[in-house]
């Protein structure tokens, strides 16, 4: 059972930024699809950014691949999301997700292994 850790969140001022970090508990991580997802109060989760196991990627919003920027080092088994110009509308809880697929995966069913979430807060 691989094992996902997130870090990096907080809470900070719009215009600012952040980035987030998750490993992955694998030696084999550089053969899986890694996704960063985020669940706001009172929505649904949803897609932010996904990336293959050849580094292309995959943003959900215009507003997202501007502003983001999903990223992985399979030395550190580690996937980033890099963001900046965060917005109030950016507060959530992110949660990154993997599995082992030649493809990048968009939807929250393809995911078999969940980290636990790191919370972001942006304040107006």
């Known amino acids: 059972q691989a094992l996902l850790v997130e870090s990096g969140g907080g809470l900070v001022q719009a215009g600012g930024s952040l980035r987030l970090s998750c490993v992955l508990s694998?030696?084999?991580?550089?053969?899986?699809?890694m996704g960063w997802f985020r669940q706001a109060p009172g929505k649904e989760r949803e897609l932010v950014a996904a990336?293959?196991?050849?580094?292309?990627?995959?943003y959900s919003t215009d507003s997202m691949k501007s502003r983001f920027t999903i990223s992985r080092d399979n030395a550190k088994s580690t996937v980033y999301l890099e963001m900046s110009s965060l917005k109030p509308e950016d507060t959530a809880i992110y949660y990154c997700?993997?599995?082992?697929?030649?493809?990048?995966?968009?939807?929250?069913?393809?995911?078999?292994?969940w980290g636990q979430g790191t919370q972001v807060a942006v304040s107006s």
């Open positions: 694998e030696r084999t991580f550089g053969l899986f699809a």
């Open positions: 990336i293959g196991w050849n580094g292309g990627t995959r």
């Open positions: 997700a993997g599995r082992r697929s030649c493809d990048i995966l968009n939807a929250e069913g393809e995911y078999d292994y």
